[in-house]
């Protein structure tokens, strides 16, 4: 594994000149950011040796290097989903392959069902914290070099990275709402009953992915900062029938303002 992930990185060190501290991991419906990338190199998965290959609409499957607000990124246009069958190692691979490069700090992004009452549809999510539902652990096996056996997940979302974001959107008067978000398998969406345990339980919102890559990065010693797109409610009394392509309309109508976020932040980190 670590052969193959040295492996990557070595060949993607030879294939572009920029050499980013930042990663941004693009969600569902979320990939339109990569415009507001000036894009020097762009790879496509399938050309990335040992890389999987994303298979969800609305995710490119492109591995971009480029400046955003004028720093140096490297940004992952479409994820790995446990769902579509990839093991957890290989959901989180790119992030090892991160580490590797020199990554040290990463922005995740994707699209949820709000559980939390007082959200609306189009909410910006900051997320504060995690539940992680999903069946099989992304360090699970002989422990990484990167870090301990026993990980502390006190501060899996960067406390400084938090108050950097609730600092711009209070400048740019864009709303915000802030929340715990519950990590599961998928493919499914929830039942109303699933939704109310979780709500219970504690989330504010509900997802098929982050929380993998969130805990290798935060493995390898990476600060992390998350956004949630809320695209439907999985609150009692406003549940309807929820599709792939309402998740993405949702999510494309909010990207400009989640984009203003992310690139005032890469603009500001040191
Ligand atoms: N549940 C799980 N995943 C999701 C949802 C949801 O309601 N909305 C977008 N992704």
């Not at 005032?264 to 980190?269: C, F, G, L, Q, S």
Request: with cysteine; charged share 20%; glycine share 10%.
């Amino acid at each position: 594994m670590l052969e193959k992930i040295q492996e990557t990185a070595q060949w993607i060190k030879a294939h572009t000149a920029l050499t980013p501290r930042t990663a941004i991991v693009l969600g569902t419906g979320l990939g339109r950011l990569a415009a507001e990338i000036e894009v020097v190199d762009a790879f496509p998965y399938s050309e990335i040796p040992n890389f999987p290959v994303s298979t969800v609409e609305g995710h490119h499957g492109r591995l971009l290097f480029g400046r955003l607000g004028g720093k140096e990124v490297m940004a992952l246009e479409g994820r790995f989903h446990f769902y579509e069958g990839y093991s957890m190692k290989e959901v989180t691979f790119p992030v090892r392959v991160m580490y590797e490069l020199g990554i040290k700090t990463l922005f995740v992004s994707n699209a949820a069902g709000g559980m939390n009452p007082a959200f609306e549809i189009g909410d910006i999510m900051l997320i504060t914290d995690h539940i992680n539902f999903m069946p099989e652990h992304p360090l699970h096996g002989p422990n990484f070099p990167t870090g301990p056996r026993f990980p502390d997940m006190s501060e899996a979302y960067d406390h400084e990275l938090l108050g950097m974001a609730r600092t711009i959107a209070k400048e740019k008067n864009i709303r915000t709402v802030e929340g715990v978000y519950v990590a599961t398998q998928g493919p499914t969406f929830e039942t109303p009953a699933e939704y109310k345990m979780y709500r219970i339980l504690g989330g504010d919102a509900v997802g098929m992915s982050t929380v993998p890559e969130v805990i290798v990065a935060h493995h390898c010693g990476i600060r992390t900062f998350g956004i949630s797109i809320i695209t439907d409610l999985g609150v009692e009394g406003k549940i309807v029938e929820v599709s792939h392509e309402e998740v993405q309309k949702a999510a494309n109508a909010v990207q400009p303002l989640m984009a203003e976020i992310f690139r005032e932040m890469v603009k500001r980190i040191d």
